[in-house]
């Protein structure tokens, strides 16, 4: 096992360090670093040079990766150009951030979803398993966008007006009321339950049908059979023998899935004006924001390499045969 | 290997562990209901060794679920007759009664130990969850009962092998490991439905061994279902055939063996002592396939592939008629003298 985890850590050094190398080949390929200040009339041509001469772009490529990574792991992450401030807190932010909406989003489809596809499972072809069917086919094909200004409609402007309210029902922007100050728990949540939605919709309907397959499977599984056979009682037989064994491939999808949300829900943040990896990232496109660009590109990279790592570990953790390969 | 004196009928035969009277158990499919067991009845005694026979299909492992109320669901059910485990109808026990008896005085082991067994539970583990259903145990006890089981279902280094998963055994000892898991609490019954048909031939023998031997030790009778009367030869005391979910035959081995009334039954013993041809496994080279269960044959199911079908056959229901001591055959013409197998027909 130890063996197992220390050999697939290992793997992924080299994995990282030639991620590193495309998203820095890459980045350097469709912007420069001196774009954006060299378009700017005001500046001198000396202080561009000065500018080129700090940041190490007069080296050979090689060479400027090398200090480009040196500099990446001791956390110089170089400033914006917009701003003028430094990389790393607006990263640490927006990661955050998205974390904050992400992760609750995650944990809310996690209950439902496999809630949702134990219960479609147990009771094949009724009604329940129909209906929660045709849900997640239909929450799969809402498209995020419209779904979202729906719910904003609705709740910021239908609802309101209905009950004649002076504030929406729901917060439809923003992660805090404008002018709140400290951290008022209520209003966070508030502003969480609309973006929430339009995130859980999705994961809901794609994790209870991930569940149902995977407890049919088992329930239709020998060693269930087995396991009755024993005359074990019903709650044995499903917590211990089928649901852990359901849920292994689960539990490395949403693994892998967690790892991916560190690149933003572009949309969703955007629709919502979440301040959000998403946004950060959109924003530092179309300023032409190199050093932002790069580091959001290779931690954003840095995540989708450990959480497929974790995936790994947790699914050898789960089935033991997997480890002994 | 057998250990004919053993089982005693004279003795023993008074006393079934179970009676299965008229049991008729349905499945319902998308093209209606399949009716895979239609009326069988059959008892087994006390330490014996009981076979059922037939192709694939006939409603062997049917029977064998039906037994401990364990027929896939929502698609089967049993509709009518009954189980008796020692005078106790199961088919019309309560759900808490019927998980008493599984796997404490009924146990169950199937075809394929590898899918049988829980992949991600250690097999030591598996078996000692056995003692914790049934019985108030330690833990730590319930564990070293599993290790000593290992050992005596002939496991070697026992103590540590508990600790592995399955799928770092070989076949042969998967099913050692199942028979430990079935005979942990010392069962009146074990059912072994095709217990080695997914082992090499070596390794079939030393399984069929092991089950006699613990039979041996716990006194257990056991329902051996096969479709390999070549493992019916050495093993079982009475052998029931089934065609098509009903039975069609039944005798004790030897004579089932000597004096075959029911021409399926020939057909299926020409088609396994022809040792001149390497066996594949799979019963029947007999012509014709077994009918369909959804519309079967109005009165002798045999009678499309029968090569001593008559009018008759086709009109009348042949019941079971006795034809000898213990033994039954369901065919019009069982009762006539001289009805058996011409020589061609039974391949020396
Ligand atoms: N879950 C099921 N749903 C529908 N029909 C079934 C189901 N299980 C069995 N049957 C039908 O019942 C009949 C008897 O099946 P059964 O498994 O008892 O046969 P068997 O004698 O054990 O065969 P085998 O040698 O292949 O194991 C078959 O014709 C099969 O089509
Ligand atoms: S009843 Fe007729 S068809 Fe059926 S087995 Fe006997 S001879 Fe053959
Ligand atoms: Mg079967």
Redesign the pocket.
């Known amino acids: 096992m130890g063996q197992y985890i220390a050999r697939r850590a290992l793997v992924s050094i080299p994995v990282l360090l030639i991620a590193s190398i495309s998203v820095f080949a890459i980045v350097k390929a469709t912007a420069s670093p001196v774009a954006a200040i060299r378009s700017n009339p005001r500046v001198s041509q000396a202080a561009i040079e000065k500018y080129t001469h700090d940041l190490g772009l007069d080296k050979p490529p090689p060479e400027q990766y090398l200090t480009w990574l040196g500099n990446f792991i001791r956390g110089k992450w170089g400033t914006s150009i917009v701003t003028g401030r430094p990389v790393g807190p607006d990263i640490r932010d927006g990661l955050f951030n998205t974390m904050i909406l992400g992760i609750t989003s995650f944990l809310v489809s996690i209950v439902l979803g496999v809630g949702v596809g134990i219960f479609s499972a147990v009771r094949q072809y009724s009604f329940f398993d129909y209906l929660s069917t045709g849900s997640a086919f239909l929450g799969l094909s809402i498209p995020v966008f419209w779904f979202a200004l729906i719910l904003q409609i609705v709740f910021g402007l239908y609802l309101t007006n209905w009950f004649h309210l002076a504030t929406p029902v729901l917060p439809t922007a923003g992660m805090f009321s404008p002018g709140a100050t400290g951290i008022d728990l209520i209003d966070r949540i508030r502003h969480l339950i609309l973006p929430v939605t339009v995130l859980s919709v999705q994961i809901v309907a794609l994790y209870s049908r991930y569940t149902r397959a995977g407890m049919l499977d088992v329930l239709h599984s020998d060693y269930l059979r087995t396991a009755r056979a024993k005359g074990l009682n019903e709650r044995t037989v499903m917590m211990r023998h089928a649901m852990r064994n359901a849920l292994t491939p689960l539990v490395s999808v949403a693994a892998i899935d967690v790892g991916a949300l560190a690149g933003g829900l572009i949309v969703t943040e955007t629709i919502f004006s979440w301040p959000g990896m998403g946004v950060l990232f959109i924003s530092a496109m179309e300023n032409g924001d190199y050093s932002v660009v790069l580091t959001w590109m290779m931690i954003v990279v840095a995540f989708v390499i450990v959480f497929n790592l974790i995936a790994d570990i947790l699914y050898a953790v789960l089935d033991p045969r997997i480890r002994y390969d | 290997m057998t250990d004919v004196t053993y089982f005693d009928p004279e003795r023993d035969s008074a006393r079934p562990v179970i009676a299965v009277e008229d049991l008729v158990a349905e499945f319902r499919t998308e093209a209606g209901i399949v009716r895979a067991v239609d009326g069988v009845s059959f008892d087994i005694a006390q330490k014996e060794v009981f076979a059922v026979v037939g192709e694939s299909g006939c409603g062997k492992s049917t029977v064998a679920l039906s037994v401990l109320g364990l027929l896939p669901q929502p698609a089967g059910r049993i509709a009518g007759g009954k189980v008796l485990f020692r005078g106790e109808d199961l088919v019309s026990a309560s759900p808490a009664r019927l998980r008493q008896v599984r796997g404490d005085r009924i146990a169950m082991i199937f075809q394929d130990p590898l899918s049988a067994l829980n992949p991600t539970i250690r097999v030591g583990e598996q078996i000692a969850e056995v003692f914790r259903a049934h019985r108030e145990i330690e833990p730590k006890v319930a564990w070293e009962q599993a290790v000593e089981l290992l050992s005596i279902v002939g496991i070697p280094r026992a103590l540590a092998r508990a600790k592995d998963y399955p799928h770092q055994f070989s076949g042969g000892m998967r099913q050692r490991v199942m028979i430990a898991m079935a005979i942990a609490l010392r069962p009146a019954l074990l059912i072994a439905d095709e217990p080695t048909t997914a082992l090499d031939v070596t390794i079939q023998a030393q399984i069929l061994e092991v089950l006699l031997d613990v039979r041996e030790r716990f006194d257990m009778a056991i329902l051996l279902i096969t479709h390999d009367l070549g493992v019916v030869a050495g093993t079982a005391d009475r052998v029931m055939v089934m065609y098509a979910g009903k039975k069609?035959e039944e005798a004790p081995a030897l004579d089932l063996y000597r004096t075959p009334k029911?021409?399926?039954t020939w057909g299926l013993l020409g088609s396994t002592t022809r040792v001149d041809r390497p066996r594949t496994g799979s019963l029947p080279q007999i012509p014709g396939s077994p009918p369909s269960l959804l519309v079967p044959p109005p009165?002798?199911?045999?009678?499309p592939r029968?090569?001593?079908?008559?009018p008759?056959?086709?009109t009348d229901y042949?019941e079971l008629r006795k034809v000898d001591v213990g033994q039954v055959a369901?065919?019009?013409?069982?009762q006539d003298p001289g009805w058996g197998p011409a020589p061609e027909e039974v391949p020396a």
Do not use: D, K, L
């Open positions: 069609v029911h021409p399926y009165a002798c199911r045999f009678a029968c090569p001593r079908v008559q008759i056959c086709r042949p369901a065919c019009h013409f069982a």
